[in-house]
C-alpha cells in the first residue's frame, strides 16, 4: 500500500519532469514561465512528502511547511518579474520568444 | 583593539545594513538615493574589516540570530573564507559606487530619472543578498539569499530598457530560476533524509544514500547555471555586456562567485566524503572546457564589453580546476590546501581585476560613446590612466607575476604537478596564453598612435576607480601572505585534507 507521502513525492517528481520538458522545449516566454512554475509544485510537493512523513501523530513536521511557504513567495516575485520583463520584450520587439543564441563572433551590430 | 569592538554584531550589520539602506533607499527619491547608498558602501570595508578582527581574535564567528539555536533558528557564521570574501565585495562595491555616479547620480538642471532612482537601492540589496550568502550557515537560508540576489542582479542588466538588455536580462532569470529551483529540490531531499539544513549539523549527520547523491548533483548542476560554466554559460555574455558598465562589473566580479562560493561550502563542507573523484573530474573538464572555449570566442569579439564578459566566462573555468585538485585520493593529501587557496585567491583576483576592466569599459562608452575594438585608437593619449589600470588588470587574468591571478595559478599548478595530475596544468596555461592574447588584442588598438575621432574628455579621478581596483588585484599577488593566513581560519578539514 504506497503512503500518502510516497503519492505527493511521485507527483512532485512529475511535476518536477514536465516543467524541466517544457523549460527546454517551449520557446515562447510564457511557457517557459509556466514551466517553471510546474517545477516549483513540483518541488514544494516534494516538501509536502517530506514535512508528512517527518511528523509523529501530532501531524506534519512544520519546518518544510515554513520553507514551502518562503519558496511560494520568492517564486512569486520572480514570477512577478518574470513576466514583466516578457511584457516589457513584447512591447519593444513585438517578439514573445528570446532571441537565438548570439552567434560566436558576434559582429558589429 | 578594544574587545567591545571586537565583539560588535559585525556580522548582523552586513546583512542588515545594506537591506536597512535599501528600504531606505526608495522613498528618499532619485536626487538623495546615491547620497544614501554612496554612505552605506562606505561602511562596507570598516564592517568587514571589524569582522576580520573579530574572526583573527576569537576564532570562527557564529551567530544565531535571535537567540534560537539551530536547526529551528538562522545561523550565520564567518570564517576566513567567508571574510576574505565580504572584503572582496565591500572594496568591489564600493568602488562601483563611486563609479557609478557617472551615469546614476541625479544631474544639476535635470529631473528625476527612473534608472538613477532605481539604481541605488538594487545595488544596495545586491550587496546585502551577497552578505548573506557568505555569511549563512543554513543551506535553506542560502537559498533564499541566492534568489534575492538574482532579484536584484536581473533588473540592473535591463535598467536603461535598450530591447536587447531585456533579452538577455529574461535569459538570465530563466537559466537562474532553473538553478535555484534545482537547488532547492536537492534541500529538500536534504531535508527529508537527515531532518535539518544547517551546515554544521548536517555535515556531522550526513549518511550516504540514494537521496544525498541526488541531493548533491541536483543542487550542483543548479548551482552550475549560476555560475555560468560551460556548456550553462549562455546566458552570461549577453548579460554581462548589456549591462551598464558599473552592473557589469558588480555582476562579472561578484555575483558569478556568489553560487560558486555556496558550491564550495556544499562540497568542502557538507558532503566532503561523497565527492568521488568521477564527479570531480567533470567539473574540472568543464572548467578546461570553459577556459578554452571562453578564451577562443574572447579572441573574436569585435566589442570590448563582450570581449571582457567571455574572458569572464573563461576565468571561471579556473575555478572549477580546484575540485579534481583538492580530492580524489584516500589519504590526507598536502597539495589539495594549496588547491583550494589557490581556487579561492584566483576568485578574489578575478574579481577585483574584472571590476576594474568593465569600470574601464564604462569610461571608454563615455569618452567615444561606442565600444568597438578597432575605432579605440590614440585612447591611450586620451585616458592613459584607466589604459594603464586595464592593462594591470589584463596582468592578473593572465596570470603573470606580481599580481593575485599569478599566485592563484602557481598554487593551482603546483597542485596539480604534485598530485601527479599534469593534465590540469596543461588548460591553465593554454589559458594563460590565451588570456594574453585577447588582453593584447584590446590593449593594442587603444596604444596605438591614430587621431581616434573626438573623445569627450574624462577627468582623471574617475579614472583612478579601476586602477585602484586593479593595483589592488596586483598587490595580492605581492602580498599573498594575507590572505593566506586570513583563510586558514575555520577552513574546513576537506579543504585542508582534500575531498573523498
Avoid at chain 2, 101 to 122: I, S, V
Avoid at chain 2, 227 to 241: E, R, V
Amino acid at each position: 500500500m504506497t503512503s500518502a507521502a510516497t503519492l505527493y513525492g511521485l507527483a512532485g517528481a512529475a511535476l518536477v519532469g514536465i516543467g524541466l520538458y517544457g523549460l527546454a522545449v517551449q520557446a515562447h516566454v510564457l511557457r517557459k514561465i509556466l514551466a517553471f512554475n510546474l517545477i516549483g509544485s513540483g518541488v514544494f510537493l516534494v516538501f509536502g512528502a517530506v514535512a508528512g512523513r517527518g511528523g509523529g501523530a501530532g501531524g506534519g513536521d512544520p519546518v518544510p511547511q515554513a520553507m514551502v511557504i518562503t519558496g511560494i513567495v520568492v517564486a512569486l516575485s520572480a514570477t512577478a518579474l518574470a513576466v514583466a520583463l516578457a511584457l516589457r520584450l513584447f512591447r519593444e520587439t513585438g517578439r514573445v520568444t528570446l532571441p537565438p543564441d548570439p552567434p560566436a563572433g558576434a559582429r558589429d551590430g | 583593539m578594544a574587545d567591545g569592538l571586537a565583539d560588535g554584531p559585525w556580522a548582523e550589520l552586513l546583512v542588515a545594513l545594506p537591506l536597512a539602506g535599501m528600504l531606505l533607499a526608495l522613498p528618499l527619491g532619485g536626487r538623495q538615493a546615491h547620497r544614501l547608498a554612496l554612505l552605506v558602501l562606505a561602511a562596507g570595508p570598516v564592517l568587514a574589516l571589524l569582522l576580520a578582527a573579530q574572526l583573527w581574535q576569537g576564532g570562527v564567528v557564529g551567530v544565531a540570530l535571535g537567540g534560537f539555536a539551530a536547526p529551528l533558528g538562522i545561523a550565520l557564521r564567518a570564517d576566513g573564507l567567508s571574510v576574505l570574501m565580504l572584503l572582496t565585495t565591500a572594496v568591489v562595491l564600493c568602488a562601483t559606487g563611486l563609479a557609478a555616479r557617472a551615469g546614476f547620480a541625479p544631474r544639476p538642471g535635470q529631473g528625476e530619472t527612473r534608472a538613477g532612482l532605481l539604481f541605488w537601492p538594487l545595488l544596495l540589496a545586491l550587496w546585502g543578498a551577497l552578505n548573506a550568502v557568505f555569511l549563512g550557515n543554513d543551506l535553506f537560508n542560502l537559498y533564499v539569499a541566492l534568489e534575492l540576489l538574482t532579484l536584484a542582479a536581473v533588473p540592473l542588466v535591463c535598467i536603461e530598457g535598450k530591447p536587447e538588455a531585456v533579452a538577455a536580462a529574461l535569459r538570465y532569470l530563466l537559466f537562474a530560476l532553473l538553478g535555484s529551483v534545482l537547488y532547492l529540490l536537492g534541500a529538500a531531499l536534504l531535508y527529508g533524509a537527515h531532518g535539518t539544513l544547517d551546515i554544521t549539523l548536517l555535515a556531522a549527520r550526513l549518511q550516504p544514500g540514494p537521496a544525498t547523491w541526488m541531493a548533491g548533483a541536483l543542487m550542483t548542476a543548479g548551482l552550475l547555471a549560476k555560475t555560468a560554466l560551460y556548456p550553462l554559460h549562455l546566458w552570461l555574455p549577453p548579460a554581462h555586456a548589456a549591462a551598464p558598465a558599473a552592473a557589469s562589473a558588480v555582476l562579472s566580479a561578484l555575483v558569478v562567485k556568489a553560487s560558486f562560493f555556496i558550491l564550495l561550502r556544499l562540497w568542502f563542507d557538507v558532503m566532503p566524503a561523497l565527492a568521488g573523484l568521477g564527479g570531480a573530474t567533470l567539473l574540472g573538464g568543464l572548467g578546461t572546457a570553459a577556459i578554452l572555449a571562453g578564451s577562443l570566442l574572447a579572441l573574436r569579439q569585435e566589442r570590448l564589453k563582450l570581449a571582457i564578459a567571455y574572458s569572464t566566462m573563461a576565468q571561471l573555468g579556473y575555478l572549477f580546476l580546484m575540485f579534481p585538485l583538492a580530492g580524489g585520493g584516500t589519504e590526507a593529501q598536502p597539495w589539495s590546501a594549496g588547491a583550494w587557496t589557490g581556487g579561492v585567491l584566483h576568485a578574489v583576483s578575478h574579481a577585483l581585476a574584472k571590476a576594474a576592466m568593465f569600470l574601464v569599459a564604462g569610461l571608454v562608452l563615455q569618452a567615444a560613446g561606442h565600444d568597438r575594438i578597432r575605432a579605440l585608437q590614440g585612447l591611450g593619449r586620451a585616458m592613459p590612466v584607466a589604459v594603464f589600470a586595464f592593462g594591470l588588470a589584463g596582468l592578473s587574468l593572465m596570470g603573470l607575476p606580481p599580481s593575485g591571478g599569478f599566485v592563484a595559478k602557481w598554487l593551482l599548478l603546483t597542485a596539480a604537478l604534485a598530485s601527479g595530475q599534469w593534465w590540469w596544468a596543461v588548460p591553465m596555461l593554454a589559458g594563460g596564453l590565451l588570456a594574453a592574447g585577447y588582453v593584447f588584442r584590446l590593449l593594442n588598438p587603444a596604444l596605438s598612435a591614430g587621431e581616434g575621432q573626438g573623445w569627450r574628455p574624462v577627468r582623471r579621478r574617475w579614472q583612478a576607480i579601476p586602477l585602484a581596483l586593479a593595483l589592488l588585484s596586483v598587490a595580492l599577488g605581492l602580498a599573498p601572505l594575507l590572505p593566506y593566513l586570513l583563510l586558514g581560519l575555520g577552513r574546513s578539514p576537506a579543504a585542508e585534507e582534500g575531498l573523498g
